[in-house]
């Protein structure tokens, strides 16, 4: 899985460069093995998660992961909110550079985040799970509904919209929309304002205000999905 860790100043970006991102167990090792290196950095630091491309992430490796039976596709969800829980928890800023698509699970990895910020003329944040027949897991649900204002969330789960970057600006699914060429850099810039105040007690206050939802997360069952036809 072509996952790299790099540093910008005080700023740690992870960059997805594998087509569509897709989640499985080597994307699922790997991004937690960045992680563990940002967690044990000391000091100043914040954490930007970018893809390549037409990709921010594209979600679940539904093909693979259905072939290997629902047993282990459950358990495979049930590990990927966990790492969701990792990131809502961690005692630094998070922020998501959302570069191309970001879809289903790729968008429930985006509001993991502490901040978004989206493309502005090409790519769509879309949770297609209604028109898939998969049903969101109650950490899943949870998580939509925590980050996102009430009536937009419902709209997101219901509706499947796709939301180019201007638009979900405006519902407050992302914090800013900006040209192609600034995604990144806008995310480094945003990030680095916020790394001086990583730390206990940023963890402190990010475990207590999201403590029912990361509770439902670590502990998911995970869930299946109907045959892919």
């Given at each position: 899985?072509p ?39 000391s000091?100043?630091?914040a ?27 459950e ?13 809502i928890?961690t ?23 502490d ?9 769509f ?9 998969i049903?969101?897991?109650p950490?899943?649900d ?16 219901v509706?499947?919209?796709?939301y ?19 995604v ?9 304002g916020?790394?001086?105040k990583?730390g206990?007690t ?6 207590r205000m999201?403590?029912?939802?990361i ?15």
């Open positions: 899985m996952i790299t860790l790099d540093r910008n100043g005080d700023v740690f970006v992870l960059t997805m460069d594998d087509g569509e991102n897709r989640m499985n167990r080597s994307w699922l090792d790997a991004i937690n093995a960045a992680i563990d290196e940002v967690d044990s950095a000091g100043a630091k954490l930007v998660t970018t893809g390549t491309g037409k990709f921010y992430s594209n979600g679940l490796d539904l093909e693979n992961l259905i072939a290997s039976g629902t047993t282990e596709m358990a495979f969800v049930a590990e990927d909110e966990k790492l969701f829980a990792r990131l928890a005692p630094y800023i998070t922020v998501a550079a959302c570069n191309g698509h970001t879809f289903a699970a790729g968008a429930m990895l985006a509001l993991c985040h901040f978004r910020v989206m493309r502005e003329d090409r790519g944040f879309c949770m297609p799970e209604v028109d898939l027949g049903p969101f897991s950490g899943m949870a998580l939509i509904r925590r980050r996102l204002p009430q009536a937009v969330a419902h709209e997101v789960m509706t499947g919209t796709r180019g970057g201007e638009l979900a600006a405006a519902k407050g699914i992302v914090n800013l929309a900006v040209p192609e060429g600034q990144l850099p806008a995310s480094i810039e945003l990030a680095a916020l790394a001086s990583a206990p940023m963890a402190t206050i990010k475990s999201y403590a029912d939802l509770e439902l997360l670590s502990h998911s069952a995970g869930t299946s999905v109907p045959d892919i036809p």
